[in-house]
């Protein structure tokens, strides 16, 4: 156990996937029974006339599946900087699949057994990221995003049963609002609706996990807001710290290796529950 020399008392242990996932308490409620629960709440308080039932949802990798968009932009890269990239680096990404892809260009590195340690695939490494980080973060590529499954129809009936839809985003405004809202209508989910905001970055706002946070509590104020749903450990304990009576669901899809506390009371959900048709 890590110690506070001065204080004499236990210091907090950080950590990041699936340490974090370990060391959390998760509620023991399965999936579908506590997104039922979810869906009963809405009902009993759809016709409030004070704060109105809402539920926030995070985008990527949380209602999307953000990998083919990596994925596509990765193998661009290769072509593109062909001629300035080593050889066993431009090997391995000329024959890139789907499922070698990684959260980060440097897990994704990792997955090729490229060692980021090696000053030459360190260098190639910077390029890729460069190259990935400048259409990552657009509207052009957005279109590659897959909904997971049930994802679309999940959300759209918590809508139809009277809750707002809040989606919250680290994406950045001015580069991302366009191909967003073009996928989110696409793939089915509600939007252009006055029950549905979306919340995006805008110029020099901090990062993620302050950026949920404020926004959180300031829906607090307007909404009832019955449940956050998120992937990346770090912006959910801020959430859920913003938000102490939501339900805090933690998305476990991928995540970044960012460091946190472990959670407290989680709820889990891997897969999104096809609700009854009652």
């Given amino acids: ?5 001065i204080r004499g008392m236990p210091s907090p242990r950080f950590h990041s996937r699936q340490d974090w996932i370990l ?6 409620e399965a999936e579908a029974a506590f997104c039922a629960q979810l869906e009963k709440k809405i009902l009993s308080l759809a016709d ?11 985008l990527d990798s949380t209602l999307y599946e953000v990998c083919p968009r990596t994925h596509l932009i990765l193998r661009e890269a290769a072509d593109s900087l062909s001629r300035g990239l080593p050889g066993p680096v431009k090997r391995a990404f000329n024959s890139l699949l789907e499922s070698q892809v990684g959260y980060s260009i440097s897990d994704t590195f990792q997955n090729l057994g490229l060692p980021l ?15 990935w980080f ?23 009936r918590l809508h139809k049963k009277g809750a707002h839809i809040l989606y919250l985003t680290g994406r950045h405004d001015e580069k991302m609002r366009i191909g967003t809202l073009d996928c989110l209508e696409r793939d089915g989910f509600p939007v252009g609706d006055p029950r549905v905001l979306l919340r995006m970055k805008t110029g020099a706002s901090p990062d993620d996990a302050a950026f949920k946070a404020r926004v959180a509590r300031a829906w607090g ?4 807001v019955l449940a ?3 992937n990346e450990p770090r912006n959910l304990i801020r959430l859920q710290s913003a938000l102490p009576k939501s339900m805090a669901v933690f998305v476990n899809t991928v995540c970044s290796d960012k460091r946190t506390l472990p959670g407290n009371r989680l709820f889990h959900l891997k897969l999104f529950p096809k609700l009854s048709h009652s």
């Avoid at 104020?221 to 009832?224: A, G, K, L, Y």
């Fill in 23 to 28: 060391a959390s308490q998760f509620r023991p």
């Fill in 134 to 156: 400048d259409r990552f973060f657009s509207n052009e590529y957005l279109k590659h995003d897959r909904p997971y499954l049930l994802a679309p129809e999940f959300v759209t």
């Fill in 117 to 131: 340690q090696s000053p030459t695939i360190q260098k190639a490494w910077a390029k890729i990221k460069g190259f």
């Fill in 1 to 5: 156990m890590q110690v506070d020399i």
């Fill in 48 to 58: 409030s006339t004070k704060k109105p039932p809402a539920v926030i949802f995070d």
């Fill in 228 to 230: 956050c749903f998120e």
């Fill in 221 to 224: 104020e307007r909404f009832n």
